[in-house]
């Protein structure tokens, strides 16, 4: 029961932080009028980038706390908040517009490959989403949880290329709203994370510093 309920915590939770149905709105605004096996490509380019890319952090992210002395419940603390404003931002329809300017967006279209930057990074996997992995990774004290975290980012960035690959079809089917509400219901999800790693990392370090306190 426990290693369902760890399943059950972190796997909603990374794919909900990459919010790849935001992420497809950029990627249709970014891909007008290729051709379906580019789109297919590029689709599967953005997957792989984000999975290597959370990968890497959840296997050297403490190669960071300990270069620069930082604990673990400062970090949930920080992470927490950096995870508010992209939820409110999620909420507000903001968040993924907010990742690259309008210039930026003009120089990627020019450019042969958009799949790795900005799609791969930062747009799905940013900071918010390298920091959550990080904090669960800082977590996990066992190899089976370890195990459902590198399931959980493998079946995200399968989720995550799907959509993509579907998504023009998704947008002249369902239209950008739809999409957006999506969007919308997950910031809704980051917000409660954020909320929750803040509380974690106080109560954590309260009690360190206060051990009678709750008691």
Partial sequence: ??????????????????????????????????????????????????????????????LIFEMFNITLNAFRIAGGILL???GMSMIRGQHHQSKITEKERAEVVDQEDISIIPMG????????????????????????????????????????????????????????TALRIISRIMGLLVVTMAVQFIVSGVTAIMIKSFPGLLG
């Fill in 1 to 62: 029961m426990e290693i369902l309920s760890y399943i059950i915590e972190v796997l909603p939770a990374v794919i909900v932080i990459l919010n790849p149905f935001g992420g497809a709105l950029i990627f249709v605004s970014l891909t007008r009028g290729e051709n379906r096996n580019e789109l297919i490509k590029k689709s599967r380019r953005a997957a792989l980038t984000v999975i290597v890319t959370l990968l890497a952090f959840m296997f050297l992210g403490h």
């Fill in 84 to 86: 508010f404003g992209m």
């Fill in 121 to 176: 990074i930062p747009v799905l996997s940013g900071p918010g989403s390298i920091a959550t992995i990080m904090v669960f990774r800082s977590n996990a004290s066992q190899n089976s949880e370890i195990a459902i975290l590198v399931f959980s980012i493998l079946f995200a960035g399968l989720i995550t290329y799907y959509v993509l690959k579907y998504s023009h079809i998704m947008v002249n089917r369902f239209g950008k």
